[in-house]
């Protein structure tokens, strides 16, 4: 609260029976200001600055529908967090998503990275892995979707993961 006063924010429990994409949908339906963050997983890191490096974006960007980050991807021993392995540096949304539908690339890591403008966007309920791809594809057709070079969140890996485990796909 205290590195921005004017944030109004909103927590909202996940209900372990409802899916992301539902989840999500929470997140965008109850947004009242002019932006909107999905929601950050429990399993991501932001950066201190990310909302600010994030909402300077937009501000001097008006046509912007959104903005998303560079990220670490980083591993897990346990509890200890290790160092990053690698680094994630997308350049251009287009680029980003086609490399994301051809498997040759990473995602825009949607959940936690995408900070946007409130829209009537919604999360397909019928997909699973798939939902943010889908959501990131409908957004950038409402507009350039802007990418701050900077590395603003970790992305923890783990063996809880929905795309690891072919089961909860």
């Excluded at 944030?7 to 009242?32: C, F, G, H, M």
């Excluded at 200001?33 to 429990?42: M, Q, R, V």
């Excluded at 290790?82 to 994301?100: C, E, V």
């Excluded at 990473?106 to 409130?118: E, F, P, Q, T, Y």
Aim: overall charge positive.
């Amino acid at each position: 609260k205290e590195l921005y006063p004017n944030l109004r924010t909103k927590y909202l429990q996940k209900d372990p029976s409802r899916t992301l994409a539902e989840t999500r949908n929470i997140s965008v339906r109850e947004a009242k200001g002019e932006y909107c963050l999905l929601h950050i997983d429990c399993d991501d890191i932001w950066e201190r600055n990310k909302l600010e490096f994030q909402h300077q974006i937009l501000c001097s960007n008006p046509r912007a529908v959104g903005v998303v980050s560079s990220f670490f991807i980083v591993r897990t021993n346990g509890q200890k967090l290790l160092k990053a392995s690698r680094l994630i540096h997308h350049k251009n949304h287009r680029k980003l998503i086609a490399g994301w539908l051809s498997l040759t690339g990473n995602g825009a890591l949607v959940s936690s990275g995408l900070l946007m403008r409130r829209n009537d966007l919604r999360f397909n309920l019928h997909l699973s892995t798939t939902a943010d791809l889908e959501f990131f594809v409908n957004l950038s057709n409402l507009g350039p979707i802007k990418i701050e070079p900077y590395p603003l969140v970790r992305y923890r890996i783990h063996s809880g993961q929905m795309h690891l485990s072919p089961e909860k796909l």
